[in-house]
């Protein structure tokens, strides 16, 4: 098993800046990537950033350019940079964990930015 606790999210003005952090606890050491994903009210959960442990990452193309994804090995965290924040970045920000074919969930943070 795996847990996953995210945490840094809240409510900023567009433009300004928001680091999301995710601390993984448990069997780790079978996570061979780890992401973010968010979800607005009444829309699909959508994938927004993904880090393996070799350090290769990928991005949505709508954060492309202002977030950056990056890893602690040694704590064990992923962290969000979200710079240039938009309103259309409103959304529970979910950190995922992929172990083979299971995929972990934190419980989401919640991040609001105002126009």
């Known amino acids: 098993q795996v847990q996953l606790v995210e945490s840094g999210g809240g409510t900023v003005q567009a433009g300004r800046s928001l680091r999301l952090s995710c601390a993984a606890s448990?069997?780790?050491?079978?996570?061979?990537?780890m992401g973010w994903y968010r979800q607005a009210p009444g829309k699909n959960r959508q994938f927004v950033a993904s880090i393996n442990w070799g350090g290769s990452t990928n991005y949505a193309d709508y954060v492309k350019g202002r977030f950056t994804i990056s890893r602690d090995n040694a704590e064990n965290k992923v962290y969000l940079q979200m710079d240039s924040l938009i309103p259309e970045d409103t959304a529970v920000y979910y950190c995922?964990?992929?172990?083979?074919?299971?995929?972990?969930w934190g419980q989401g943070t919640q991040v609001t930015v105002s126009s």
């Open positions: 448990g069997v780790i050491f079978s996570i061979n990537t």
């Open positions: 995922n964990a992929v172990s083979g074919i299971i995929v972990y």
